[in-house]
């Protein structure tokens, strides 16, 4: 899908949304709207830790509670920057959590300047993420940073 479709409509899903959970319509969309995306979820921070909130994808992660500065999760949330893993073979931090993921992309959700949760992206092809998918990813991230709670 288009990125400036997507944009425009996870900004209606959020701002028409008032009787369902917000975070998991997106990541719903996420999953669905782009091929890449084989597995889409949101952590939010919790003192030490990174704790997954919703998720989907065909599988479920054993890794729902993840150390800040742990893996390309705690990474991310560390620095507040956003992780791309164009091979996830080849970065000694990441954490397996499907044996088809061949690459990533997490991305901090933060309020005021805080990493409070980030939006972590797997994918069964390799360099899935470019520079287009971090913009989209990034304007999506602080659409849901009042969200995260
Ligand atoms: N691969 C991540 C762990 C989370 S799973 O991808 C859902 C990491 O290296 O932090």
Redesign the pocket.
Known sequence: MDFTIAENKIRDIISNNQFSDVLQDVVDFLYEHFDAYN?V?IYRVEGEYLILGCWKGKQA?E?TK?PIG?????SAAQSGKTEVVDD?SKDH??????VS?RS?I?VPIKKNGVVVGEI?I?SDVSNAFNESDVVFLEKVADMLSEHIC
């Open positions: 597995w979820g992660t890794h993840i742990r893996g390309v999760c705690g996830v931090r990441y954490l397996a959590c499907f993921t990533e997490v972590d797997d």
